[in-house]
Structures are given as structure tokens and as C-alpha cells.
């Protein structure tokens, strides 16, 4: 890193050297990064931010890390982590301002117990909420999109900005954030539902057991490798050529549900992302359906 951004960021927050993405990735996989940052609050994340892109300097944010994969090789910049980073304040009795690095099962139970409904959806998905709208998470009907009324960010170009709704750009498992890397979720307003606390709490509860019956959740993952095709499911194409338990290094398709590819046993990322590159082509081989990855790599 550039000596002077190194001071800049240094008198602001610590920087740590060469730590292990393993610890930090869902897969448990991949090499060190050259730099990492981890900030508590606002002002930290967006100094640290206007430093690096004064500096042009390769950053990566990382939030809970479980839909990244990092390269064997490690990554040659800084890791922003937010995960320090969680606030939540309620603006209205259904609307809440809730930080990037929030967890998402966390929140899921503080809007339970004040009988707020929208969120059942999410409880189970274990990213923070800037992952979460980055990616437009979603499941069992429901998607980040649904709720977020607005999102605050930083732009590399212009600073701090809010983006409402529609600006955000959502769709299936993508968004403005995904398309455009120069930004960075700060918070996001919610606007959710005043509902019945138990009837909220049996919903999560039910969603929670489908995962844990449906998903193999003993081994490190990603969730869902691939991004559902239009029209059907990666796991059915996967299943349909046979390409269940398969295994390739220390990776394999999980016999319990085709749409994950686990780290069985010591696997690296190149174990990992050479099993996905073999089971999106042979599927296409044989269905001609593409596979898109949704795990996103950094490198
Ligand atoms: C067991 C298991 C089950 C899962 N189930 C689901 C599911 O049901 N539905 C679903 O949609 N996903 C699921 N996932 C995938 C994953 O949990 C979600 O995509 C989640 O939203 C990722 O959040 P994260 O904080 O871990 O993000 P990360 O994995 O840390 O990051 C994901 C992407 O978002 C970017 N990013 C993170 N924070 C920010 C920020 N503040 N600003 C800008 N970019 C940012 C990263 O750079 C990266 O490109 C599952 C994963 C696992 C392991």
C-alpha cells in the first residue's frame, strides 16, 4: 500500500497484515490478504474508504463472508470487513436504520420480539444486510428488495449518496451494488410490517427447520453455488446428470442437496471453483442450460 494512505488509515483505525481468508470465507478456503481493516462506525468505513480511492488503491468489502471465495492465492489489496459494524435504530415504530454489518439472523429476531413482519424470509441466511442487498438475498418467496426503502452509500466518485428503492436497481440475486463495484453499502432503511410476535416466530421457526432438513449445513459452504436458471432449479439440472456426491480434490456436490458444492475435506478454492467450472459444463452438455456462479470470488 501507498505509505501515505497507509499513515492516513493507520491514524484513523488499525491495519492489520497478512491474515488468512480462510477464517473469514464460507468455504473456509483461499490465501492471505495483504491488508485488512475491520471499522466500528461510519465515520471509520467511509475515512478508510476516502483514503483508498484517493490512493487508487484494490480494496475488497467484505461482510460476513458467505458468499465469498478467495483465491489461493490470496488478495493483493485491503479487506474492509464491516462485520464490527452493527447499528440499528428504529426511526419509526416499523421503519429501521440498520448498519452493513448487521447480521441478518440477529435482526430477524430483534424485529421478531418487537412484532414486526417482513424479515421471516431471511432467517437462516447467515450474511450481514450489506451482503444481503448487494446480493438482493432471498428466499422462500421473499427478497431483500421487498423491504428496503432506501440505502445510504458510498460512491467512489461523488461520496456519500442515498439511493431510494428503485435506484438500487434489485433484481433476482443482483442490484446496482453488483453491477457497480465503486459503491459501498453504509445502511439501508427497512420498512417492514407491524405484525403478531408469534405468529412471526413460527414462520422463522418453520423456515428455519427447512434449512436444516434441506441444506448441508455441517460442512462449509456458500449456500446455493449457481443462481437459479429462468424457468428451473440449478440443484434439479445438477441432480439430473448425476453429478450428486461428486467430488473433485477436497470438494463435492453435497449428497444431501445438489445446489451446494461443500468443502468436504480440506479443500482449496482450486478444489472449489474446479468443481463449479465442471458441473456448469457438463450441465450444459447435457440440458444446454448456462449456469450462472453466484458465489462471488475475490482475487
Ligand atoms: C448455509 C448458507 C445458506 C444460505 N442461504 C441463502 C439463502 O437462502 N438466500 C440467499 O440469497 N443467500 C443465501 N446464502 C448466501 C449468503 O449468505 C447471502 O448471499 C448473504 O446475503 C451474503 O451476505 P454476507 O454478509 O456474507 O456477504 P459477503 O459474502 O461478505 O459478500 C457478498 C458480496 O457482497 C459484497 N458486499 C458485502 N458487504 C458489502 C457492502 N457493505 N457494500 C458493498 N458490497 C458489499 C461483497 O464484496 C461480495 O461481493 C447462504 C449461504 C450459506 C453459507
Do not use: W
Not at 441444506?215 to 456458500?222: G, I, K, V
Not at 445438477?238 to 444431501?256: F, M, R
Amino acid at each position: 500500500m501507498n505509505s501515505e494512505a497507509y499513515k492516513k488509515i493507520s491514524s484513523l483505525i488499525e491495519i492489520e497484515e497478512n491474515i488468512p481468508m480462510h477464517e473469514f470465507t464460507g468455504f473456509q478456503t483461499g490465501g492471505v490478504a495483504d491488508y485488512y481493516v475491520a471499522p466500528t462506525n461510519k465515520n471509520a468505513l467511509v475515512g478508510v474508504l476516502e483514503i483508498l480511492s484517493e490512493y487508487d488503491e484494490e480494496y475488497f468489502l467484505l461482510g460476513n463472508g458467505t458468499n465469498v471465495i478467495c483465491s489461493d492465492d490470496g488478495y493483493r489489496g485491503t479487506v474492509v470487513h464491516t462485520s464490527k459494524f452493527k447499528t440499528v435504530n428504529f426511526n419509526e415504530p416499523n421503519v429501521i436504520s440498520v448498519s452493513s454489518g448487521y447480521s441478518i439472523n440477529r435482526l430477524c429476531k430483534i424485529v421478531m420480539r418487537k412484532g414486526l413482519a417482513g424479515l421471516e424470509f431471511a432467517y437462516g441466511i447467515p450474511g450481514t444486510l450489506g451482503g444481503a442487498v448487494f446480493m438482493n438475498a432471498g428466499a422462500y418467496g421473499g427478497e431483500l428488495s421487498n423491504i428496503v426503502q432506501s440505502a445510504t452509500a458510498f460512491d467512489k466518485s461523488r461520496g456519500v449518496i442515498e439511493l431510494d428503492n428503485q435506484q438500487c436497481e434489485f433484481g433476482y440475486r443482483k442490484s446496482l451494488f453488483s453491477r457497480n463495484v465503486d459503491l459501498t453499502i453504509i445502511s439501508a432503511v427497512l420498512k417492514l410490517e407491524i405484525g403478531d410476535v408469534d405468529e412471526i416466530d413460527r414462520k422463522m421457526t418453520e423456515n428455519y427447520v427447512r434449512r436444516v432438513e434441506k441444506q448441508p449445513l455441517n460442512f462449509p459452504s456458500c449456500g446455493s453455488t449457481f443462481k437459479r436458471p429462468v424457468g428451473d432449479y440449478a440443484s434439479r439440472l445438477i441432480d439430473l446428470c448425476n453429478l450428486k456426491g461428486y467430488s473433485y480434490g477436497g470438494a463435492q456436490v453435497s449428497e444431501k442437496h445438489a445446489g451446494f458444492i461443500i468443502n468436504r475435506s480440506n479443500a482449496t478454492t482450486n478444489d472449489i471453483l474446479g468443481l463449479a467450472d465442471y458441473v456448469s459444463k457438463t450441465v450444459k452438455e447435457m440440458t444446454n442450460v448456462e449456469l450462472e456462479m453466484e458465489v462471488r470470488v475475490m482475487e
